[in-house]
């Protein structure tokens, strides 16, 4: 397939489902959370994917705030013994931890290419 032009392929529908954020075809993770190299369907070198410590800072949020504040109204109004707790959350942390991190990360990663996103460069030029 061609490549499509940059903007004919929704950065949220391209992320959300791992797919090429150019042609929206190809798959973008290998593994996991593993990009690959390049995009089988339109070619799209993805070394510019560098969505960093970003899918984790918002899912530790994410998951902070479900799991804490369910952990907390069910102390005050159960307060029920600590091997409980254990059963109940230990589950949950990693139910809402694992599943949106390639989810987040592929949206991140969608929306930098959508936006042409790069490092930040300092421009020491001469202006006066």
Known sequence: ??????GSVSPYVAGLTARCPRCGEGKLFAGFL?????????????S???AGDGPAVFVMF?????????ALVVEIKYAP????HAL??????LLVTLGPLRLIKGLLIALQYHHDAAEGRLDRGDRA
């Open 1 to 6: 397939m061609a490549a499509a032009a940059r």
């Open 34 to 46: 593993t990009v690959r190299p390049r995009c089988s369907a339109c070619g799209l070198d993805y």
């Open 48 to 50: 510019f994917a560098d």
């Open 62 to 70: 994410i998951a902070g705030f479900i799991v804490v504040g369910t």
């Open 81 to 84: 013994p600590l091997w409980v």
């Open 88 to 93: 109940l959350w230990i589950p949950l942390i």
